[in-house]
């Protein structure tokens, strides 16, 4: 299976910031994509950045020029850099990853456990 170890969350006020980090770990042949999703109360779990294996970056239009995706493949690490945060970017934020582990003939979406990000004076 995939261990993640995510990191990052927290509490800040309007306009700051914050970086989120995910490594993940597991018998891994190839990571194809990384990212981040995020769920509010009452809300759908939606996109907020993707990044493929070669580094092109995929943003949800709510965060576009305030958030910036990269990844580490040697890592197999992602993270989220979060600038001028708005309160409706409050929300638990899931790392993502599309990847094959060993002896699996087909890739799958595997999920981390979530860090709770706060925005609010």
């Known amino acids: 299976q995939v261990q993640f170890v995510e990191s990052g969350g927290g509490l800040v006020q309007p306009g700051g910031s914050l970086r989120l980090s995910c490594a993940a770990s597991g018998s891994i042949v190839a990571i194809y994509v990384m990212g981040w999703y995020r769920q509010a109360p009452g809300q759908q779990r939606e996109s907020v950045a993707t990044?493929?294996?070669?580094?092109?970056?995929n943003y949800a239009d709510s965060v576009k020029g305030r958030f910036t995706i990269s990844r580490d493949n040697a890592k197999n690490t992602v993270y989220l850099q979060m600038n001028s945060l708005k309160p409706e970017d409050t929300a638990v934020y899931y790392c993502?990853?599309?990847?094959?582990?060993?002896?699996?003939?087909?890739?799958?979406?595997?999920w981390g456990q979530g860090t709770q990000v706060t925005v609010s004076s």
């Open positions: 993502y990853t599309n990847l094959r582990l060993s002896g699996a003939y087909v890739r799958r979406d595997y």
């Open positions: 990044i493929a294996n070669d580094g092109t970056p």
